[in-house]
């Protein structure tokens, strides 16, 4: 590292696919507060102002934070957060793939709830890949490294005010893809990462959100995770 | 409820079938301080006797603990706790169908983890009906209330003195069956119990316990669950 001013420090904006649902605002609003730059993408590029605009709201004008089309926020950032529907998953991958990056991580949020196709919110579907995150890699250019994370925050309690008490379980192929993303997730206030393995096991993590939906069902919460027994060092 | 003494309380013995186990010898454990009356059961009458003897010594003398055959246990008792390998549930439950009670509750702790056909323990096998609870429940006698729970409790914890850190989550179609269990696994130290939900659910639970062993291999701890975010009342 060099004895740069931060001023140097190049910015590494994170893009928010799909980013003006509860999720991607909440995540945006999360890490607008903790100082990094976003980017929220959407379809509709309106939309897509009109969610930061109203991220920006809420974090204050010290956010740095801009919204436009899918695929513009793509190209112009190395960190994809993916926070869509399972339904468009595969379809709006496959859209944005040229506009990716070599070396970028996409981080997906993804889960194959059966509400996509009529069903309940609290079962999913089979994936033949195995999870959303598995069925996001295939999609995505071999130069992207594929991160599952961020499932089971409640995406209310994100775009608020107060901390989370939740776990974040990071699962990735990729080490150093993961390593960023617990990053990411520890500027969540209350939110501590764990490293789960590899991309396979965000089956079971998705699974868990089904579950998690379940319990707010029936119990009318905001239901979230954490991980007990783990060593100080398993919390990133 | 009449007004006789609690030496009048007729005592219902809990049945732990397949019960040498680490996970089985844990919970005769805790529930033996918790001053419930213990069968455990094996295909092996001796060991049985010998498990009952060793949780007799950590429990102290007052602990009503026995050991004997698995269908002697099950024909004793109307709630019989399942803690046995998946690969052999399903034959251990065909056998026991004949001494099982009408009115029985079984509760199914078993995790179908491919170690069980020479795979990973982080890993698990995809079962027919859905969830190795669900398999149970095709196998017992219609009169028999299947209940999931307890699958991710540390055995190893479990089998110790100090409090768990870790919520139960109770699956089942019958709720009396349901909440039996949840008062059961609040006998357990430090442990919550939460209604997770229809049978169906544990297909969920289950997998949850492949994960934690993943983290138990990784960080090298006993990892358990906490659901947070509920209102109090969730937590039975």
Redesign the interface.
Known sequence: MSAASTADVPVRPIAIIGGTGPAGMGLALRWARAGETIIIGSRDPLRAQQAAAAVLLKAGPQAKISGTENATACAAADILMLTVPFEGQASLLKQLKPAMTPGSILIDATVPLAAGVGGRA?RTLGVWQGSAAEQAAEIVPEEVSVVAAFHNL?AE?LYGDLPL??DV?VCSDDPDAAQLTSDLAKKIPGVRA????KLE?A???E??T???I??NF??????????????P??YR
Chains 1, 2 share one sequence.
Not at 194 to 197: H, V
Not at 219 to 226: M, V
């Open positions: 609290s409640s309690l008490d939740c379980i764990i490293f789960g393995g096991n089956r079971i993590v699974q868990i089904a579950l998690l379940g319990l029936r119990h009318k919460g905001h239901a979230g995770i954490r991980i007990t027994g783990l060593p060092g398993a």
